[in-house]
């Protein structure tokens, strides 16, 4: 009863949310915030077109998710664990547009030194509800498309983002309590770091100049991070042995994500330019090198060739080309996927890891994947005076303390998150319900 209580109040609260934006005040905005726009002749039309592919593109990775993670699970808790990817699309979706939206791109909230303003977050007043969020370009974001296809376009990288983590606690969490966490997430995690790293005058970007083309550290470090402080807090299942349900969902999954990721990564050029090209081809070089160096170094240690490795090593080789996919050339490309699979197959199979029950291994393939990509992108970055191997030794240290600053914030700011789900609506399920399994005990649907 308690905890319908504290669910109610939860609901009434969103409710409220949505009551309000039906009639929110349009004065509230201010000409300061109209006069950011440009004119609809700025708009580049073929730009257009291919955001709008990239999008959709974009979009088709959360399903692809879905079936990547539930063929991996016990057959009892498939469509517990596909749900979990799969209703980031509602949940998200809604808060992006009530106000996380403002909290990543909106008016930035930080200080002043000396001639530059830095912020951590945007203010969640300045496009709530996508209020002055139209067909307008941005006067600094995403010059020549819309700004509401911007904002659509950045919405997707919010919602893959709390999937992700999902992986890491299946077969043992609450779902009404996973669907508070991922709007907590959202909010106080996701979308600050996104504003600190994208927004123009974000403190990771501007200051530390943080190099992350489309989401190394925005999202894969946030998930994976949040994915390990997840599974200290709900411990290890009872039987954590069990046996993939289907590996063909798998192999659709990775196909889906690595379709998806080409308008992911080329999609972050913002327009249909050579950047996008070049991006495109890195991000299908690095995950081809991954996934081959992931099943020959599998065979080296002792181990068969495996479906389910190959798969494992191409979403490895995307995570880690997603912070650089812009910014370096196919064979560093290459370099990167192999690389990354080596240390995350490491870590994979490392005994720590094995400890903790990471379920589905998201700190070792997505943490490990989004830092090797971070580190990687500081060394080779090819702009000028941005990586170590082009005059930007500064930028590589900016690069490592802005790695430990993100590992950190990600982590604790999971960890406390974490503990405020499990205080409202208690985060593990009983063990009758992690027996029964969560497609029954959670959903009354079973294969």
């Given at each position: 009863?308690?905890?319908?209580?504290?669910?109610?109040?939860?609901?009434?609260?969103?409710?409220?949310?949505?009551?309000?934006?039906?009639?929110?005040?349009?004065?509230?905005?201010?000409?300061?915030?109209?006069?950011?726009?440009?004119?609809?002749?700025?708009?580049?039309?073929?730009?257009?077109?291919?955001?709008?592919?990239?999008s959709c593109l974009v979009l088709l990775m959360t399903?692809?998710?879905?079936?990547?993670?539930?063929?991996?699970?016990?057959?009892?808790?498939?469509?517990?664990?596909?749900?979990?990817?799969?209703?980031?699309?509602?949940?998200?979706?809604?808060?992006?547009?009530?106000?996380?939206?403002?909290?990543?791109?909106?008016?930035?909230?930080?200080?002043?030194?000396?001639?530059?303003?830095?912020?951590?977050?945007?203010?969640?007043?300045?496009?709530?509800?996508?209020?002055?969020?139209?067909?307008?370009?941005?006067?600094?974001?995403?010059?020549?498309?819309?700004?509401?296809?911007?904002?659509?376009?950045?919405?997707?990288?919010?919602?893959?983002?709390?999937?992700?983590?999902?992986?890491?606690f299946a077969e043992r969490v609450r779902f009404i309590?996973?669907?508070?966490?991922?709007?907590?997430?959202?909010?106080?995690?996701?979308?600050?770091?996104?504003?600190?790293?994208?927004?123009?005058?974000?403190?990771?970007?501007?200051?530390?100049?943080?190099?992350?083309?489309?989401?190394?550290?925005?999202?894969?470090?946030?998930?994976?991070?949040?994915?390990?402080?997840?599974?200290?807090?709900?411990?290890?299942?009872?039987?954590?042995?069990?046996?993939?349900?289907?590996?063909?969902?798998?192999?659709?999954?990775?196909?889906?994500?690595?379709?998806?990721?080409?308008?992911?990564?080329?999609?972050?050029?913002?327009?249909?330019?050579?950047?996008?090209?070049?991006?495109?081809?890195?991000?299908?070089?690095?995950?081809?090198?991954?996934?081959?160096?992931?099943?020959?170094?599998?065979?080296?240690?002792?181990?068969?060739?495996?479906?389910?490795?190959?798969?494992?090593?191409?979403?490895?080789?995307?995570?880690?080309?997603?912070?650089?996919?812009?910014?370096?050339?196919?064979?560093?490309?290459?370099?990167?996927?192999?690389?990354?699979?080596?240390?995350?197959?490491?870590?994979?199979?490392?005994?720590?890891?094995?400890?903790?029950?990471?379920?589905?291994?998201?700190?070792?393939?997505?943490?490990?994947?989004?830092?090797?990509?971070?580190?990687?992108?500081?060394?080779?970055?090819?702009?000028?005076?941005?990586?170590?191997?082009?005059?930007?030794?500064?930028?590589?240290?900016?690069?490592?303390?802005?790695?430990?600053?993100?590992?950190?914030?990600?982590?604790?700011?999971?960890?406390?998150l974490f503990k405020i789900t499990d205080y409202i609506?208690?985060?593990?399920?009983?063990?009758?319900?992690?027996?029964?399994?969560?497609?029954?005990?959670?959903?009354?649907?079973?294969?």
């Amino acid at each position: 009863m308690k905890i319908e209580k504290r669910w109610i109040v939860s609901f009434s609260v969103v409710s409220l949310v949505a009551l309000l934006g039906m009639f929110w005040p349009k004065e509230v905005q201010t000409a300061k915030i109209a006069a950011q726009f440009g004119t609809i002749s700025q708009l580049n039309f073929a730009d257009v077109a291919w955001m709008l592919t990239a999008s959709c593109l974009v979009l088709l990775m959360t399903p692809g998710l879905s079936f990547f993670y539930g063929g991996m699970v016990g057959k009892k808790n498939v469509i517990s664990t596909m749900l979990q990817s799969f209703i980031c699309l509602g949940v998200v979706t809604l808060i992006w547009v009530v106000v996380g939206f403002s909290m990543a791109f909106g008016a930035p909230l930080g200080f002043q030194s000396g001639t530059h303003f830095y912020s951590f977050v945007g203010n969640p007043l300045s496009f709530p509800f996508f209020d002055h969020v139209g067909v307008l370009p941005h006067a600094k974001i995403a010059t020549s498309i819309p700004f509401v296809l911007f904002a659509l376009f950045q919405m997707k990288f919010a919602i893959i983002t709390p999937a992700i983590i999902t992986g890491s606690f299946a077969e043992r969490v609450r779902f009404i309590s996973y669907l508070l966490f991922i709007s907590l997430f959202t909010l106080f995690i996701y979308a600050p770091l996104c504003h600190s790293v994208w927004h123009p005058n974000g403190f990771l970007g501007s200051y530390f100049g943080i190099k992350d083309f489309a989401g190394g550290t925005v999202v894969h470090m946030s998930a994976g991070f949040a994915a390990l402080a997840g599974v200290l807090v709900l411990g290890k299942r009872k039987n954590s042995n069990h046996i993939p349900t289907n590996i063909p969902f798998v192999l659709l999954g990775t196909g889906m994500l690595w379709f998806g990721w080409f308008g992911f990564n080329a999609g972050s050029a913002l327009a249909a330019n050579g950047t996008a090209a070049m991006a495109f081809a890195t991000t299908i070089t690095a995950s081809a090198a991954a996934m081959l160096t992931w099943i020959f170094f599998d065979r080296m240690n002792g181990r068969k060739v495996s479906a389910l490795g190959a798969c494992i090593g191409a979403v490895v080789g995307l995570v880690a080309i997603t912070p650089a996919a812009g910014y370096v050339t196919i064979p560093e490309s290459i370099f990167f996927g192999f690389i990354t699979a080596i240390v995350s197959n490491l870590a994979v199979n490392a005994k720590f890891m094995k400890k903790i029950d990471d379920t589905l291994d998201v700190f070792a393939c997505h943490g490990v994947g989004g830092i090797m990509g971070m580190i990687l992108t500081a060394i080779f970055s090819n702009e000028p005076n941005s990586s170590l191997l082009h005059g930007g030794f500064s930028i590589f240290g900016g690069h490592m303390l802005a790695l430990l600053i993100v590992s950190f914030y990600t982590f604790f700011g999971a960890l406390l998150l974490f503990k405020i789900t499990d205080y409202i609506i208690p985060l593990r399920v009983s063990e009758e319900s992690e027996d029964l399994g969560l497609d029954l005990s959670q959903h009354n649907e079973k294969l």
